[in-house]
């Protein structure tokens, strides 16, 4: 009975796949945005990237710490589920596990919150160096 089942899921699976699988997609021409604007008579500001350059490297490296630190929290998570499935009714193995997920969280939301605040604060800097360079002409 289950290899009726293998065989009938893996023909599903082949099927689907043929008929859904891979297709050849065609990405949009980028440049209709700044053929616009300079048809309406925008133009853009050449030392307007200056400041937002800069705001652009912070951001990425603070996203890449933060990103380091939250895999250090999800695996903690994962650790402190994996003390509980394996306590075998040990009550300090399962204490442990709850701690390491409670701590985990914790940590995963820390990281989330100041992720959010760097992200805001990186906005504001990007649009006041934005602004202090001239803006749109």
Known sequence: MKKINLKKFLVFLSLLLFFFGYSQ???ADLGG???TASGVGYKQVASGKAGSAIATKIGGI???V???ISVIFLTLIFMGSFDITSSGG???AVK???MRIKT???GVLIIFSAFLVSKLFLFFLADAAFKANGGIK
């Open 66 to 68: 933060l990103g380091l």
């Open 96 to 98: 442990r596990g709850r």
């Open 104 to 106: 985990g969280a914790i």
């Open 33 to 35: 945005l700044e053929n």
């Open 25 to 27: 997609v065609s990405a």
């Open 62 to 64: 603070i996203n890449a």
């Open 90 to 92: 040990n009550e300090e």
